[in-house]
């Protein structure tokens, strides 16, 4: 691969890194409502998803999609729905009783409300389901692949340019996750604004899922 290519995509990758969208949203969203552990969690759960979007294109997936778009309507639909899930789970969790929710010496401010492995599980299903990634490495990663005479394979290229992608993108949302967290830490100890944070997280999850659902490009 050329130097310049790569220099290309990884200054690419940061901008799109450091856009606001969807998995951005979630990364807040978790962060706010559990805490720093929960934004660095979801962020890493975002970049196990990339990870498994990069082997998919590598093995060809990706190819399969662009031969059958009723696959890609059907992981559209199958990742609106799993958002509805979380943003009713959340809504839930932020209708607790008062009574409820200040049992104990506010323990919920040091440990977040969701168990760090569902959370990542969530974060890396809510990547993976999403077809706008799968668009992306379709339309976007084939422009810094290199073919020719001594060029690397081209699964090789694309493991290697979404690897790249996620070294740059994990710590933008990492520290957007830490610095959420961070703000929520300080305010987690009163119930009701964490009724307020848990009822937030599930008009974003909400939002989220209906943009997915009505969204047809």
């Given amino acids: 691969m050329e130097l310049s290519l790569i220099a290309a995509f990884v200054a690419a990758a940061f901008l799109l890194s450091i856009a606001p969208g969807p998995d951005m949203l979630f990364i807040v969203a978790n962060a706010t409502a559990g805490g720093r552990r929960a934004g660095v969690v979801a962020a890493l759960g975002m970049s196990t998803g990339l990870a498994v979007h990069t082997l998919a294109a590598a093995l ?3 190819a399969l999609f662009r031969a059958a778009p009723e696959a890609l309507e059907v992981v559209r639909l199958a990742g609106a729905v799993f958002l509805i899930y979380l943003a009713i789970t959340s809504w839930r969790a932020g209708r607790r009783t008062p009574g409820e929710a200040e049992q104990g010496p506010a323990p919920a401010a040091a440990e977040p409300r ?3 492995r569902k959370l990542y599980l969530m974060a890396t299903l809510t990547n993976v389901a999403n077809p706008k990634v799968i668009l992306f490495y379709l339309a976007f990663l084939p422009q ?3 073919v020719g005479d001594g060029a690397w394979p081209v699964w090789l290229q694309l493991l290697t340019l979404g690897g790249l992608f996620i070294m740059v993108g994990l710590p933008v949302d990492a520290t957007v996750g830490l610095a959420a967290g961070s703000l929520a830490d300080k305010l987690l100890s009163r119930p ?8 937030a997280s599930a008009v974003i999850f909400g939002g989220l ?3 997915l659902a009505l969204d047809t490009r």
Avoid: I, K, M
């Fill in 192 to 199: 009701s604004f964490r009724r307020r944070l848990e009822r």
């Fill in 209 to 211: 899922a209906v943009r």
């Fill in 144 to 146: 810094f692949l290199t």
């Fill in 114 to 116: 969701r168990p760090l």
């Fill in 60 to 62: 060809g997936l990706s």
